[in-house]
């Protein structure tokens, strides 16, 4: 759940005790695009994300296919997108 967001980055709150690679991409679904992070910091429950590189567009088939869903009104966390 994203709890914060500005210019360079995000907080997000985690509650499932899976990890999270220190780089990968998140769905941007005002934009429609995604946006390339690492891993700032750990804290509890809660991770800072830092933006890295420029948006890549993507387009709905796209985000079907790589989170399995087409609800547009969810936040995806992708891992394993090219960087």
């Known amino acids: 759940m994203v709890v914060d967001i500005s210019d360079g980055g995000l907080r997000v709150r985690r509650y499932s005790g899976n990890h999270l690679p220190s780089q990968l991409a998140i769905y941007d679904q ?18 800072g994300l830092r933006f890295t590189d420029s948006m890549i567009p993507a387009t709905p088939p796209e985000i079907e296919r790589l989170s399995g869903r087409s609800d547009w009104n969810d936040v995806y966390i992708l891992k394993g997108l090219p960087l």
């Open 30 to 47: 005002s934009d429609r695009v995604f946006r390339p992070v690492v891993v700032a910091w750990r804290r509890g429950d809660e991770i």
